[in-house]
């Protein structure tokens, strides 16, 4: 299909993931987590669980705790107290940010983050799980087995067309799907997907929900958004974050005659269509 | 082809390494064996020069490496082009022997004068040619490599990493200043006499000096040409537009980048190495932090992130220089930032960028 990925030989090392011990059905757990930044408490108590394969959504209004949960969770803050496992063993606290992203968790920023000058091949390439320590990255060649799941995660995000073409002049929801492709590329076990539709297009928007509608059972997915239409159209389960804490959880349907979320998210009334 | 592909597809490198087999041929010939009353005929003086270019390009190179591919400005690069113009004239020093002023045979003249009664521990070995070639990767090297550990671990970025560069680089200018360093204090070291038993003066020295500075650049980009090809250059690119990205993916970004840095440190060593012995002089001036702001300006004059660009920055601002401190030595300066200011605002993308955007339209 490319120059890129049409080299056979060439040996890319495959790094060995500890592999994580969900078999309790539970692959993400927080539990009593609090932040404080500066006295004020950014995330507060907070227990979370994610179950393995599930895809999740997490509501909240702005300063609700969204964004600092997943920076804890990815190991960009640490929190003052509290516990975050992956799985049943491995201790996410302990670990800082490439180590948990080796370990199988994948972060989607809010702004869509992809290599501009590089092409959407080469950003596949460059998020490639295993093949991150110095020997792999010496060579300019994949394998075959490298070039097959490229192209696989291709068609997945619907680019095959756009392989080789630079990232920086796709359209935004392209860029989008290119960067979840890239945590694809990661072989992660938990994708953490910062409002995805952001600026994107009803069109765009239903690809995308299918895209990640189709990644969970084998992933497990968390979704934040503040598109109540999308989070409808895709999650089984909702939890609503309010002031660092869990306020609500459960079925959108349920939620949205809950008096509590009504009061302090949907209380406004115009924000909830 | 029996070229790789990195290689082959890297016009502007080729046509460089063209130029640069044309004069590694062509200026020995012209020194050598056309006659000195020959219009064609290149004097010691102009090869001393155009060496001097060579070596200033490596060293631009050098910084495309970590600013124009991973976002590192370093504003004190110029401190590990001096360390390895120091480590190379520490053994210069050493040839001399007896034919020093004060004739000793085995401490260099100003340590006479400081009334020294023996060579410091640090000055053992620089007798010997293969030790301070060494050195001069060494401790450029190294200093960058310790340098980079804590600087890139704390994760100091941006103009708060390039203002710590311009400090490291005033701080070993006014450490090389003291004459109780050892190091010539204020003069440096000078009067270089034979270089491996052939007089530093000969024109046949001058030519070979010639040829390895053509060599350490080709290989140097070369070097620096396939590091950005691979894998390893692609997450370097990464790391320069969007740190957290790369991060987040998994890249261990402080290690990419003392890595990078410290591989950038050497070949700026190597480049002053070669620099000495065609000077014939190397002194605390050269760390001075105006030094390696000039080398910056010469990499965005000729396009950063683009390393053909950084040969041809050095060599073009340089020879401006040459030209004008004969000319009108006073506008130099004001010349200097006058260019930089306007490729900034005209020439983002420098030279190359402007030869790119014309072929495109084109």
Known sequence: ?????????????????????????????LEEVTVTFDGFKAIDNLSLYIGDGELRCIIGPNGAGKTTMMDIITGKTRPDSGRVFFGQTIDLLKLDEPAIARMGIGRKFQRPTVIEPLTVLENLELAMSGAKRLRGLMTTRLTGEERDRIAAVLEKI??????????????????????IGMLLMQEPRLLLVDEPVAGMTPAEMDRTAELLRSLAGDHSVVVVEHDMGFVRSIADQVTVLHQGRVLAEGRLEDLQIDPMVIEVYLGAGDAYH | MLLPRWLLS????????????????????????????????????????????????????????VWGYMGILSLGHAAFFALGGYCFGMYLMRQIGTRGVYGDPVLPDFMVFLNWQELPWYWHGFDMFWFAALMALVVPGLLAFVFGWFAFRSRVSGVYLSIITQALTYALMLAFFRNEMGFGGNNGLTDFKDVLGYSIHANETRIVLFILSVLALAGGYLLCRWLVSTRLGRVMVAIRDSEDRARFLGYRVEQVKTLIFTLSAILAGVAGALYVPQVGIINPGEFAPLNSIEAVIWVAVGGRGTLVGAVAGAVLVNYAKTWLTGALPEIWLFALGGLFVAVTLLLPRGLIGLIRRREATA
């Open chain 1, 1 to 29: 299909m490319s120059e890129l990925i049409s080299d056979l030989d060439g040996s890319g090392l495959r790094l060995r993931q500890e592999t994580v011990d969900a078999h309790h059905g539970i692959l993400l757990y």
């Open chain 1, 158 to 179: 619907g680019l095959t067309e756009q392989g080789r073409r630079l990232a920086g002049i796709l359209a935004h929801g392209q860029k989008q799907w290119l960067e």
């Open chain 2, 10 to 65: 890297d016009r502007a490198g080729l046509v460089l390494l063209a130029v640069l087999a044309v004069i590694g041929i062509g200026v020995p010939v012209l020194n050598l064996w056309v006659p000195p009353d020959h219009p064609l005929h290149l004097t010691a003086y102009t090869v001393t020069v155009l060496g001097k270019y060579l070596c200033y390009a490596l060293l631009a190179v050098a910084i495309d490496l």
